[in-house]
């Protein structure tokens, strides 16, 4: 499967419009390149495309140091150099396959709690774990986890009236390009689609992750990356499928320090973040940057940055916020949260999982608010176009707006 057939993914099971830029344009595919991109997707899900790039390389640079040997001018440069770096690459490769694959190596201990971290560095140290221990969660941390599940999920928690659902399962389903991932949590909504139910499923399940976070559970997001048929068919019967909607499955366990050199370079390309700038405004047509430095948008402090860590599929950061004082900008009033894209899963996830850090920031900083989706009249802009799309807003609760 391709990245761009998993991207695709994204439009749900019911989609009749296909706005992926992916798609546009392309020509239908020959005979070969289907049977590459059929290759490509097995050893994905065999979980041996993640050691092939840099097999790959090591080849490259073989061949290009076997070519400057016969040129055999500036041998430093064009035969020791790629032989060296070709080797090292085949070596990396080499020990990956033993090491993950294969699964010899050392045991590794079970990660501390983290109590003593704020709400802000919590929120700033999580990273996408892609490569996991073999062993188990304990029965400890199982239990604590779907204890916590359980409160997230609870009607009174959603800002939707979708219901949703985050079911435990152990099974080592195929995902990409995770290595050793055997427990996850998989988020379903309503087979219907209810766009605050995917909101709903960020928001929880992201503040499952936060928890999991502070107990030392590694977590990984993963959507278009998970086979949804082997996820459905390892639920069994609690899934039903006249009623439910799998949106993405969440791994987790703990983190281990082995992992592909392929997965450690995905991982340094997607740790780019956009800067505030380009993700809060005092405008919805995103034109005037919110001065998040400067009253009354100060007193909200960390939460900016809090939403900037915070995961997307693809590190795509599909979410935009509007900061909105009342007449004199002197009180801030709410929060418009909006999505970049016309995406039906992943773009309103990913504004679920801004909702779950701004709200803990604000929890963090005393400042009371709540969610509510309000109408274009409500918001005062009753001619707002198709895009950015609105989703919910932040509204600070008027005791504080008057005490502070
Ligand atoms: C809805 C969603 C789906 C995701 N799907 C995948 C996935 O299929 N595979 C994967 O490795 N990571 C997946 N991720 C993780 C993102 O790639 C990751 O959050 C992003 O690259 C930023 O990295 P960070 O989480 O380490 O900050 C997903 C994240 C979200 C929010």
Known sequence: MTQAQLRRRDRGPRSTTDTSPHTVGRRPAGPLPRALRRLKARLMFTGWLQYLPTVAAGIVFLAVSAV????????????????????????AAAFDVVTLKLGVRPGESVPRRREGLDAFDLMRSRRSCRSFQSRDLSGAHRAELMRVVGEYVRPDHLIGTGPIRLEYLAA?????????????????APRDYDRMAVVDVGRSLQKVILHAGRMGVATCWIGPGADQASVVAQLGDRFDPDRDHVICVCAVGYRSRFKPLTVRAIERAQRRRLPLPSLFFTDPCGRQPLPADAPPFSSFGRCYEACRWSPSSFN????????????????????????STTSRYYAPVALGIWCAHWETGCAALGIPGSFRVLTREERGAPDAPELPHYDVSWVTDPAYAIAA
């Open 172 to 188: 080592p389903l195929t995902v990409w390009p995770t290595v050793g991932a055997h427990e996850f949590v998989v988020a379903i």
């Open 316 to 339: 795509s950061q599909t979410t935009r916020c509007v900061g909105v004082t009342d007449a004199t900008g002197g009180t801030v009033r709410r929060f418009d949260f909006y999505a």
């Open 68 to 91: 400057g040997r016969l040129i055999g001018a500036w041998q430093a440069a064009l035969f020791w150099l790629p032989f060296t770096v070709g080797v090292l690459l085949l070596a």
